[in-house]
């Protein structure tokens, strides 16, 4: 009789057990089917976005004509890295076929492409309590090559240079028509308070365009430690746009813009 009962007892044990076994594998089930799902719809949203993204490069605002790659309301113009990297010096004079899309702006000309991130820049400096003045942009040929001779003369008279000296000198200032980025209508000047040219980098508005620049795509384009490279003494009123992504990847990697189109291209090729 003992053993009867004992024999019950263990029938009703294991049934329990089974029957927890059960309940436990419809959990998991439950759970591994819910997880299923919530990939799944975690895919197609993200298929979506992957498609709207694609769309959207593919719209008009893309046209060859200007370079633009993407435009957002809230954000600024990007543009693909023909126009941001243009490199113009004495070794790679300006292409004979490029043509500035020109626009005025502050009593200066500046292409039209960066006028948004110059504008917010500009705007933003202002509220920072550190109000830009536009002094410099865009130079036809024809008047760099100009600005070049006035100061080839200016050396030979007022510092009695022999014509080789002040030609080379000039370049390192100035530079030759073709040969000065000012043509591209991509770099500006700045002044503020009256001061410009190497007397700017004492006032607050260069201690902000040394620190807030690069998040609106302009450089610092040439520095002082960077010379040897630019062929340009220290201009610390003149900033060149480049694009908001490489801008702040060249402070980041402190490459001035010779440095850094040369890195890009060894990038490439590996």
Not at 102 to 126: C, S, T
Not at 133 to 161: C, H, I, P, W
Not at 171 to 180: A, H
Not at 246 to 259: D, F, G, I, N
Request: glycine fraction near 8%.
């Amino acid at each position: 009789m003992h053993r009867q009962k004992e024999k019950v007892i263990k029938t009703h044990a294991q049934w329990h057990s089974r029957n927890q076994i059960k309940k436990i594998r419809i959990v998991m089930t439950a759970v591994l089917i819910a997880i299923v799902l919530s990939l799944a719809a975690g895919g197609l949203l993200a298929w979506s976005q992957m498609q709207e993204l694609f769309q959207s490069g593919a719209s008009g605002d893309d046209s060859p004509s200007s370079g633009l790659v993407i435009s957002g309301s809230d954000s600024l113009p990007v543009y693909d890295d023909s126009l941001n990297l243009m490199l113009v010096n004495l070794s790679h004079p300006l292409k004979t076929e490029y043509q500035a899309q020109l626009v005025d702006f502050e009593g200066r000309q500046v292409d039209e492409r960066i006028l948004p991130a110059l504008k917010k820049m500009m705007e933003q400096a202002k509220e920072d309590g550190c109000p830009l003045t536009l002094s410099g942009g865009y130079v036809d040929f024809s008047t760099q090559d100009q600005l070049y001779e006035a100061e080839v003369q200016r050396l030979m008279k007022e510092e009695n240079l022999s014509r080789v000296r002040a030609e080379s000198q000039a370049m390192d200032t100035i530079g030759k028509g073709g040969c000065n980025e000012n043509q591209t209508g991509l770099a500006v000047t700045f002044s503020a308070g009256g001061k410009q040219g190497t007397d700017f980098a004492s006032t607050k508005q260069y201690s902000w365009l040394s620190e807030n620049s690069v998040y609106y795509g302009f450089i610092l384009r040439f520095s002082d430690e960077k010379k040897s490279l630019t062929g340009m003494k220290f201009q610390p009123d003149h900033f060149r746009y480049v694009g908001t992504d490489h801008a702040v990847k060249m402070r980041e990697y402190s490459l001035c813009l010779e440095e850094y189109v040369s890195y890009l291209r060894k990038q490439s090729q590996n």
